[in-house]
């Protein structure tokens, strides 16, 4: 068998979610920053996209984190976030599979106990500081974008459920953030499917009665996901992030528990140096620390910290070939969701 051409892919998962890297063979992507060069793969040729995010090499589940040369002075590399329905700016899990995916196979050089990697996003400049021991990234920490509110108590209409509330807000993409109770629901694994289909129901009711744009980066201007929430009595949270298609996310979500910090701040619930704990509907844990205040476009923000640990577990080597009929990927209703063909 000839290879001619080749993309190789690390397998990671962080908290069960998967956040493969695309570690050689990428094609060059117009841009002069990371934010153009996502536009580009989102509005210009997504080809890349598809062939690493849908069938027949890789199911909903899959996310492929594309690593770059980063184009911010200091950083030590770039990523961009491919996902089935379009490329995303930050992602607290598969950030922390990039971190751990650069540590571990040595291409940014790791010093124990503690190196420091700053990463370019489309969001904005990440920096991370990542446990070491023995040649292994045992957690990282992510020193997040500023997260703000952009509503709270929003109210959607829906025909399903009637008018329910939830709070718009923004840690690295867009959230809408909604009581799981108001649609009826647990979060347990044997709701998954039934979350997935209200979150993406919802979210696709919310772009014709919520308009968002983040202040500083204009093209950031939809709400990349809903986020279903159960306050526990201890004060953690444990969270449910849906995505387009139709499926739910296995991490407790870094972006999303940035927002919720942002959300509780507003609220008058949090301030510096408090700690929550985001617990996923497998039971993924991440910490989530509110590190200060600041400001993003004159609306008040919050600096978050999100910790987790992320897992190499493989290595994978996609061939290039001209020939190949699904070169641009496929996705069908029986495991994308009802919402396939909507992509």
Request: proline share 6%; hydrophobic share 40%; charged share 20%.
């Amino acid at each position: 068998m000839i290879f001619d051409r080749s993309l190789d892919i690390l397998l990671v998962h962080c908290q069960g979610e998967s956040g493969n890297v695309l570690i050689g063979g990428a094609p060059e992507i117009p841009g002069a920053t990371v934010l153009d060069k996502m536009n580009h793969l989102n509005s210009v040729d997504s080809s890349l996209r598809l062939f690493v995010t849908r069938e027949p090499r890789a199911q909903v589940v899959h996310t492929t984190n594309l690593l770059l040369e980063p184009t911010r002075p200091g950083a030590d590399a770039a990523f961009i976030v491919l996902q089935p329905d379009m490329a995303h700016p930050m992602s607290g899990s598969n950030c922390i599979c990039v971190v751990t995916a650069l540590l571990e196979t040595g291409r940014v050089p790791m010093v124990e106990p503690e190196t420091l990697v700053r990463l370019d996003t489309a969001a904005g400049l990440i920096t991370a500081r990542a446990r070491c021991e023995n040649g292994r990234c045992l957690s990282v920490s992510l020193d997040n974008v500023p997260a703000f509110v952009w509503q709270l108590d929003q109210v959607i209409e829906t025909p399903k459920w009637g008018a329910i509330t939830g709070d718009i807000a923004f840690g690295g993409v867009f959230y809408a953030q909604i009581d799981v109770d108001q649609i009826g629901l647990r979060i347990v694994p044997e709701a998954a499917r039934a979350l997935a289909e209200a979150g993406t129901e919802i979210k696709a009711l919310l772009a014709d009665q919520v308009q968002v744009r983040h202040p500083e980066i204009p093209s950031l201007d939809d709400i990349a996901y809903v986020m279903f929430r159960d306050y526990q009595p201890d004060g953690s949270v444990l969270t449910c992030t849906t995505l387009k298609p139709g499926r739910v996310d296995r991490s407790p979500c870094g972006t999303g528990s940035s927002a919720n910090l942002a959300i509780l701040h507003a609220r008058g619930q949090i301030q510096t140096g408090d700690v929550r704990i985001s617990r996923s509907i497998i039971g993924g844990i991440f910490t989530a620390e509110m590190l200060g205040e600041t400001t993003v476009g004159g609306r008040p923000a919050v600096l978050p910290r999100i910790t987790g640990q992320g897992y190499v577990f493989g290595r994978q080597q996609l061939r290039l070939d001209e020939a190949d009929p699904f070169a641009h990927g496929f996705a069908m209703s029986d495991t994308w969701g009802p919402q396939v063909g909507e992509l």
